[in-house]
């Protein structure tokens, strides 16, 4: 498995991750078998949240899962995220919370769930608006003093925000996860599109690409293989005839799955991305994991993009 140095920390890491989020609706068993698939592959970086699941029930089954295993913590890289408050009934999203006593909070409830003395990476989740960046540092004090937390970083966030961040606190934020995939590439069709009035021109993110790149800031790219609706997958999708046929012959030059040629084509981005994948499948990890490699052409990338529909100006 190829690695990286998440945002040039030292944290040397798989280039594919293994999200967690669907072993909430799964038994240690079951979870265990996806665990020992993505460590047998290279895959011993892990990503979390305290709201996958009601509870925390993910961060709960992976910790069991270690167990039934007997994983030594050492050979595993764990990440996990704070700031989304959920409902009594856990159903609905009803506050982002980015204060001390939160964050502080939430990461020690996640410590315990997940059966872990520190937590490599800690993000925050969803942009809190109300934010006072002054108590995000505090917190990010109070955890790493206490060794309950190695490194910090963001999700879903953008440039201004965590350059509002970072001014206030020492640690630098190390990743930024984004979803990104080939149907959801908002981050570079607007470059493509530069100083032109369509649809794709518009910068929805604030140019976050280049600036993680400059900042050095590793992103993760979240859901590869969704639909934007989370309807499905795009693999084999009828939606998508033409994508599918391109994934298909490059498949059979690579000698890999369509699901491997996908990531690989996210791969083969020089910003250098981590790719959290969220299948449970073993087959499919296993599948996904030839992606490290296959290093398609430039050619190839272009023609993958624009088989979804994108055009180049």
Same mark, same amino acid.
């Given at each position: 498995m190829k690695t990286i140095d998440l945002g040039k920390s030292g944290m040397i890491a798989p280039v594919i991750a293994f999200g967690c989020m669907r072993m909430r609706d799964m038994d240690a068993k079951d979870a265990a078998r996806a665990v020992q698939t993505a460590m047998d592959n290279g895959i011993n970086f892990f990503d979390h949240a305290d709201v *996958?699941? +009601?509870h925390g029930r993910a961060e709960e089954v992976f910790a069991a899962a270690v167990i039934e295993l007997g994983m030594a913590r050492e050979d595993m890289i764990i990440q996990t995220k704070c700031g989304i408050v959920r409902s /009594?009934? &856990?159903k609905s999203t009803i506050a982002f919370d980015f204060s001390k006593e939160y964050i502080i909070s939430a990461t020690e409830g996640s410590l315990r769930r997940l059966g872990t003395d520190y937590i490599d990476i800690l993000l925050l989740h969803r942009p809190d608006t109300l934010v006072e960046p002054e108590e995000v540092a505090a917190a990010f004090d109070n955890l790493h003093s206490r060794g309950l937390v190695r490194h910090f970083g963001v999700s879903n966030q953008s440039p201004a925000k965590m350059r509002l961040l970072q001014k206030y606190t020492k640690h630098r934020l190390i990743v930024n996860q984004l979803q990104f995939s080939i149907v959801n590439t908002g981050m570079v069709d607007f470059g493509f599109n530069m100083n032109m009035? $369509? +649809?794709a021109s518009v910068d929805h993110d604030g140019? /976050?690409?280049? *600036?993680?790149?400059?900042? !050095?800031?590793t992103i993760q790219?979240?859901?590869p293989f969704r639909l934007l609706d989370w309807s499905g997958v795009f693999i084999d999708h009828p939606d998508?005839?033409?994508? $599918?046929a391109v994934l298909a012959r490059l498949a059979e030059k690579y000698n890999v799955s369509k !699901? +491997?040629?996908a990531a690989a084509w996210i791969l083969r981005h020089p910003a $250098?991305? &981590?790719i959290i994948i969220g299948s449970m499948n073993p087959a499919r990890i296993a599948d996904v994991a030839c992606a490290v490699d296959v290093m398609i052409t430039r050619e190839e990338w272009y023609e993958v993009y624009m088989a979804v529909g994108n055009r180049l100006p």
């Open positions: *996958y699941g +009601a /009594v009934d &856990q009035k $369509n +649809a140019g /976050v690409l280049e *600036y993680c790149r400059l900042e !050095d800031i790219a979240w859901s998508y005839p033409e994508l $599918n !699901d +491997a040629i $250098n991305m &981590q």
